[in-house]
């Protein structure tokens, strides 16, 4: 064996072993390098795994949807709109809350009423009844419901509850069924024809006239037969006129027809006649004509015949329906005084002019004119208050006085709520056949009247 090569032993393997490992994970390195891939496993960062951990927004309650009516009837929005109230008025003693009703728009206000007393220094306990329109917001992700403001009085008139006998009474009511023979004879009538002199005069005394019909009708047990037309007198004429008097007026433009009729019944004069013609006129069924005016009721109150005709003649002042009230019979017939109440149509003006001034302000009643009523009224009415002023002494010259003290309000200055846009102008047209009713005098005279006496103090100043 040659001494000088050197021996082949364990250290020499292991050097070479070595040098060949670090060649191959050389090549291992260029070859991932060239290929672009990651040297380290791939790892997450601690933020994006918390966002994905993140739990997703709560969806929209089923149903919800913010542009549909609102439920006014869920309780929690019912405890809302009480809670609002409250806090809102800090000065009311609620007494009572009505059930929420939807508003205008309904997906965005609800009316609610209740009752309550405002003043706390008043001796008196009694209350009295509102009703507000309420505008509430939802949140667009949950729908919780917000109010957002409360209207002024009463500015919710959804939650008003109607009167009895008033519901649809500015609509043209259907033609009654018409009764059988049977049906007709076993009524009892009381009818008054003639030339009467009521015709065309002013309101009160056909209303004086109108009262004692009714009031015998009442005594007898008898329906009246009534014409629901009268003529206005030219005292109440309406521009454009001539101050002539109005025939053909209805008695439905000035008076709570319906009502009348639960107190005192009645049936139209045309369609009576109509029927006595098919089944009276022959003799088949009796009546008894009643020719004096001063006859008194008591002397034919126990009369079997279907029908009572008073006749009046032309001479005035005898031929007033009203003298049948007068004599011996004013024993008797009492006035139905609370058979009158003014068509809802008029009552609703009262109250919107009202609402406008927030059921807040004193009144004053001027009958004629001088140069003394300013003095007067600031004598009776304190001052910095709304007053509204009513009667047939109000011109512009007074108003202007008064600015420098008071809020002054009158009729004119409503005048939007009977115009040729109102409601009421839609609704009386409706129920005149379709012809467009004029706000006449009598009807100013009636709200103005109305409207006075609502104001919290009320003075009459009359020359």
């Known amino acids: 064996m040659d001494p000088s090569r050197p021996l082949l032993g364990r250290g020499a393997l292991v050097s070479s072993s070595v040098h060949a490992a670090a060649a191959v994970l050389l090549l291992l390195v260029l070859l991932l390098t060239l290929l672009r891939l990651p040297l380290s496993p791939i790892t997450t960062s601690p933020r994006a795994a918390a966002a994905d951990q993140r739990p997703p927004p709560p969806p929209l309650e089923p149903g919800c949807d913010p542009t549909s009516p609102l439920d006014c009837a869920d309780p929690r929005l019912f405890h809302l709109m009480m809670r609002s109230a409250i806090d809102a008025f800090p000065a009311v003693h609620f007494s009572r809350f009505g059930r929420p009703v939807p508003g205008d728009p309904p997906s965005a206000s609800c009316d609610m009423a209740w009752r309550a007393r405002s003043d706390s220094d008043s001796p008196s306990k009694a209350t009295a009844k509102d009703y507000r329109r309420f505008a509430v917001a939802r949140d667009p992700a949950t729908c919780a419901y917000s109010v957002l403001s409360i209207g002024a009085y009463h500015s919710g008139p959804n939650a008003r509850k109607p009167r009895p006998a008033a519901r649809n009474a500015t609509i043209a009511p259907p033609p009654p069924p018409a009764l059988s023979r049977a049906q007709f004879a076993q009524g009892a009538y009381l009818a008054y024809v003639g030339a009467a002199g009521d015709r065309c005069k002013p309101m009160p005394h056909y209303l004086r006239s109108l009262l004692c019909a009714l009031a015998e009708a009442r005594y007898l047990n008898r329906t009246l037969v009534l014409d629901l037309t009268l003529c206005l007198a030219a005292s109440y004429d309406a521009a454009g006129t001539g101050g002539m008097p109005e025939e053909g007026k209805r008695l439905a433009f000035y008076v709570d027809v319906e009502h009348l009729h639960s107190q005192v019944p009645i049936i139209e004069e045309r369609r009576f006649w109509a029927d006595w013609d098919r089944w009276g006129a022959q003799g088949q069924l009796r009546a008894r004509l009643v020719e004096d005016t001063r006859l008194a009721p008591t002397k034919f109150s126990k009369a079997k015949d279907t029908l009572i005709v008073r006749k009046f003649g032309d001479v ?14 004013k024993r008797v017939l009492r006035p139905v005084r609370q058979a009158i109440r003014w068509a809802p149509s008029l009552i609703q003006i009262v109250d919107s002019i009202v609402s406008r001034m927030q059921a807040d302000f004193d009144s004053v009643h001027i009958g004629g004119n001088g140069e003394d009523l300013r003095r007067r009224i600031e004598e009776g009415l304190d001052g910095w208050r709304q007053v509204y002023v009513a009667g047939t002494g109000v011109d512009s010259a007074l108003v ?44 100013r005279e009636v709200v103005d009247r109305e409207v006075f006496l609502k104001g919290k103090k009320k003075v009459e100043v009359l020359r």
């Open 400 to 443: 202007e006085a008064l600015k420098g003290k008071y809020s002054v309000h009158y009729l004119d200055e409503f005048e939007d709520l009977w115009g040729t846009d109102s409601k009421w102008y839609l609704e009386m047209k409706r129920l005149n056949g379709g012809v467009p009713v004029e706000f006449d005098g009598y009807m």
């Open 316 to 329: 005035e002042p005898g031929n007033y329906w009203y003298n049948v009230c007068e004599g011996e019979a």
